[in-house]
């Protein structure tokens, strides 16, 4: 929606967060997904897939039905609109994470032969942040552990694109007491910048950091500070999911 990049810039910013340049956008770094496109187009690791999602919702992994589609010189590339699929040959990826632990995947059992553009033109995620994080050399990842099972479809990606694998770290995703995720049920509301220290005093709890009761009524700046001198990632709790008291 018009507005809402600014919006996110804006919490963030009153929440304390700070980025180092200018923030990059994705809409203007399409030249860069083309350019991995082209180099996996190249070693004929692409292919073209016109299934709908309907058609393969229920089959997991994808099972290759258009895998013998891949462009040819004496064949063109089909003219309909359809998805770009890479081509996953069975591998161990391993995943030292650093909250859940080591997660071992083989992508070709798990997914198949995954998406790396969509039928509309648009880069799919799996592709479009290995590249952000390359582009902006990226060394740490720490994000929600409900991107945890995608992890390892990235790490083929960077294999396949000789791309360095970042370190990677998932944290709790908050949910209800039923589990479904806190962003998805009746309690999602915009955050209040008006209790931004509040806040991040209830997150810091959850991480596991047993911050004091005073530190909710100080400035967000001090409570960063704090949280700044006591983290420590052992603390976090080692699980997928959090639930968050009423």
């Not at 063109?76 to 699929?85: C, Q, Y």
């Not at 069975?90 to 032969?113: K, N, Y």
């Not at 790396?116 to 582009?135: E, H, P, Q, S, T």
Request: net charge neutral; charged share 25%; hydrophobic share 40%.
């Amino acid at each position: 929606m018009q507005g809402s990049a600014d919006r996110i810039l804006a919490t963030l910013d009153a929440f304390g967060f700070e980025w180092d340049g200018a923030v990059a956008r994705q809409s203007r770094r399409l030249e860069r997904y083309e350019a991995a496109l082209d180099a996996l187009r190249m070693r004929a690791l692409l292919f073209e897939c016109s299934c709908s999602r309907r058609q393969v919702n229920d089959e997991a992994p994808y099972p290759g039905t258009c895998r013998n589609r891949v462009p040819t010189a004496q064949r063109p590339a089909r003219r309909e609109p359809t998805a770009l699929r890479v081509c996953v040959e069975s591998r161990g990826i391993v995943v030292p994470d650093r909250v859940q632990g080591f997660v071992e995947q083989d992508p070709a059992a798990s997914a198949g032969d995954f998406i790396v553009r969509r039928r509309d033109g648009i880069i799919a995620y799996v592709l479009a942040v290995i590249v952000d994080d390359d582009a902006q050399g990226v060394t740490d990842v720490v994000r929600g552990a409900d991107l945890l099972a995608a992890t390892p479809q990235q790490i083929y990606l960077q294999q396949l694109l000789g791309l360095a694998t970042p370190g990677y770290a998932h944290l709790p995703v908050l949910v209800e007491a039923d589990g479904r995720k806190l962003a998805k049920s009746e309690r999602s509301v915009r955050l209040d910048p008006e209790t931004a220290a509040r806040q991040l005093h209830r997150v810091f709890g959850l991480l596991g950091l047993e911050p004091p009761e005073a530190l909710g009524r100080e400035t967000v700046a001090e409570a960063w500070r704090w949280a700044a001198a006591n983290w420590a990632m052992s603390r976090v709790p080692r699980r997928a999911a959090t639930p968050v008291p009423p």
